[in-house]
């Protein structure tokens, strides 16, 4: 694919951050039920509106005509509302409101599935919300002119290209980003802040499902390349005419204060770049049908566990979310993926720092505690940890039992965490074949852009 000066590419972008964003409109097939279940009314082939509100919080809406108020209001105290689309799923709605022209719905199941047709299409493109600005090797410089003045001037624009069997990805920054990234910075909430494209090489055609896969693999990677769960909308299917064929109307789930990264590896500044190698690592995994479901298993305990980075969990839950992680991480690995055990013998290795060190030990990741964590050499009356595993596990073990071992110095709690999360990240770059950089989150005091070799290229973490 090739790069160049991508702007936002419809009005279905807002133009402002926060501000709502038009989805579209659709026909579909729309009725409300009493609380005894009866029909009350049935309306077919009825034009329904959708919008995607991010205040108070993101939902979308539906907004269509021909509910009367009498009507509306049995179904929305004590019956139940649906709404299917060309004979696509079933979906129960919330009443919104009622007025004379309109009737407003909240579906309970998002993103929705929008059809127009079934037939292939030659391009997906989404769009990434409150994404953070990135540089790396692949930039472009874009022209803008200030308003006030009339004058033009030059800006550096992030870009990220990657291709992977037979895939062509471009995710890139617009003429606006910049300007929306440091207003949402100060304000909080969403904006459109880049766009995304991908095709098939050959401009070959593209299934709906291959494209809910794809979309489904950025999800999660794009998440834990942030740290946080990374909203993804305007996800659309175009034939060749850019026509769209089939669309989600609603977000792949973000966290709240999207506008915020929590701690992780991926520095935006400045290796924007790297997320390209990275991804084809990813993208061997999630196809692998050993690792495609508990690798969103992982993710998703890695993304709660780190919740702790953003003030939103405290560091002792999060170090129980963390070890379920990296428990399901080594079995998966030992038992299934390389088949070092049987699935027994796994069972019979009591102590879970055990198993974490034949994870580390197969991945060549260092097991010791780094120099830098001065709360982890040894707990409050002299006694020594044999390693990071067995601090970790050790930490873990007083959390949720009701004895308790060892008397911790400040900030243990917190360390024997954040180095958890360190070796999820760890674990899956490793099995992702990076060989790039990364960010040490065990650093905790670093230069902003400051970045290290992954350890099993050269052996040191702290």
Known sequence: MEESNTQIPNSQIPPEPGEKVFWGEALADFWLEDKNQNKIKVLKGVQVTGTQLFAPYDCVQLALKGISESDYYQATFGGKSYVQFNGGALIECLGHSWTETQSKWRPLREPLDIAYNNTNGYEISFTLFSFPEFLGHHDINLQDTKAETGGSYWWRCGQIPMEVDGWEILISGHIKTHEWIEEIRETGGWAATHIGAIRKSNFRPISWEEAKNLIKCLHNFLSFARGHWQPIGNIRLLDSEKNCTREMWGLLPGGSQPNQSGMTWWSPHPMGHELKDAFKGFWKIWNNPIWTEPLIEIIYWYLQANLGSRGQLGCDSALILSQAALEKLAWIYITRSKEVVSEEDFASIKRASDKFRLLATHLEIPQEIPGIIESLKEDMEGNIFEDAFHAITDIRNQLVHPK???????????????????????????????????????????????????????????
Request: charged share 35%; proline share 2%; aromatic share 16%.
């Open 404 to 462: 308790r071992n060892r008397e911790l110095k400040d900030r243990a709690t917190f360390d024997a965490w954040n180095l958890s999360q360190w070796y999820i990240e760890m674990f899956l770059l490793r099995l992702m074949k990076y060989e790039g950089h990364y960010a040490n989150r065990i650093r905790i005091r670093k230069w902003a852009g400051e970045i290290d070799q992954v350890p099993w290229i050269k052996k040191d973490i702290g």
